[in-house]
């Protein structure tokens, strides 16, 4: 069973916004670190941000700063990537994950940017 769900996705054009979900099903979610991961095609997984259980902290990798944003909400189990000015760049399937190995991340929401 697939413990993390990822959505939000989409095909947007250069300079446009996405927000990303994901809902973790099982349980010990308020009390993890969470990540946001992201893969394109033939290349390899990148951390792209993270967040501490009681979102007092939060980093990203140098080239989202300032147009990404993460956030969660506990009571939902929910964790969230507002992605705004997106870049083709960015095209990737994004996961979120416990940790950055992302070996327990979901299926993944497909992010597409391209005019």
């Known amino acids: 069973q697939v413990r993390f769900a990822e959505s939000g996705g989409g095909l947007v054009q250069p300079g446009g916004s996405l927000r990303l979900s994901c809902v973790d099903s099982g349980s010990g979610f308020s009390t993890s670190w969470m990540y946001w991961l992201r893969q394109a095609p033939g290349r390899r997984q990148e951390w792209v941000s993270r967040i501490n259980p009681d979102s007092s902290y939060a980093d990203y990798r140098e080239s989202v700063k300032g147009r990404f944003t993460i956030s969660r909400d506990n009571d939902k189990n929910t964790m969230y990537l507002q992605m705004n000015d997106l870049q083709p760049e960015d095209t990737a399937t994004y996961y979120c994950?416990?940790?950055?190995?992302?070996?327990?991340r979901g299926q993944g929401t497909q992010v597409t940017v391209s005019s």
């Open positions: 994950s416990p940790d950055v190995v992302g070996d327990s």
